[in-house]
């Protein structure tokens, strides 16, 4: 019977420890520079932009998990015009490196190139094959920038920015569009989405497992003492 009763307790233990499921990204948008319909929490948005001019669309996440522990980010858009040069358009996540828990001047951004490695020059219709594809884990070729970080460089790999920077917590992903190519360019974009693991937190009825079996084994041993 102890040795049951130290079982469940073992097992109620280790339930308590968590565990690991995935969870979604959620948070609020905010439209930069000439992103269409400015201010609009909902989208989907239209970014414009040409030698003169930049448009931006990020969202502020609910969630801050380490940035090791992100699973999935994708951005979901239909290049309309001008595709994609000149690391334009970029996925950015900016991670909390002051560990403030909020935004503020000392945080600093991963880029993360949307399109073809390793020159991301691409026409719409390519960039287009780039839209909902997972950025996590992608090795490819300079796919990710991580120049604004101490032993950062502009030009590596998911596996590098992960081992650089894996325990910083995310605050915000965006997307930036800014080339200094000639013409007009439109990025319509219907979401910036991601997945990140998470642990469960134990019911009630499991705390009150562990509590009843170790009041039962600390009975148990009294009575045989005595």
């Known amino acids: 019977m102890l040795r049951m009763l130290i079982l469940g307790t073992v097992m109620a233990a280790g339930l ?13 948008y905010s439209t930069g520079g000439a992103t269409t319909p400015a201010g609009d929490p909902d989208g989907p948005w239209t970014l414009t932009w040409n030698t003169s001019s930049f448009s931006s669309l990020s969202r502020v996440t609910n969630e801050n998990p380490d ?20 690391g334009s358009p970029r996925l950015r996540i900016l ?3 002051d560990g403030s828990g909020g935004i503020s001047g ?8 949307l399109g073809t490695s390793p020159s991301y020059v691409d026409t ?8 909902g594809v997972n950025m996590i884990g ?8 991580t120049s604004a970080f101490a032993g950062g460089s502009p030009f590596t790999t998911y596996a590098s920015a992960v081992a650089l920077l894996g325990a910083f ?14 013409g007009e360019n439109q990025l319509d974009i219907f979401g910036i989405e991601g997945t990140f693991r998470a642990v469960d937190v134990p019911e009630p009825a499991t705390m009150a497992l562990l509590a009843f079996g170790g ?5 148990m041993r009294r009575r045989r003492s005595a």
């Open 106 to 113: 000392a945080d600093r951004s991963i880029t993360v190139h």
């Open 138 to 145: 992608n090795n490819d070729a300079g796919r990710y920038d």
């Open 169 to 182: 917590d995310v605050l915000r992903l965006g997307v930036v569009a800014d080339t200094f190519l000639p």
């Open 16 to 28: 308590l420890s968590g565990v690991a499921s995935a969870a979604s990204f959620t948070g609020t």
């Open 95 to 97: 991670l909390d490196l």
């Open 67 to 86: 940035f090791a522990d992100v699973t999935n980010l994708h951005v979901i858009f239909d290049s309309v015009l001008g595709g994609g040069a000149v």
């Open 215 to 219: 009041l039962a084994v600390a009975g």
């Open 124 to 131: 719409p219709t390519t960039l287009d094959t780039w839209s």
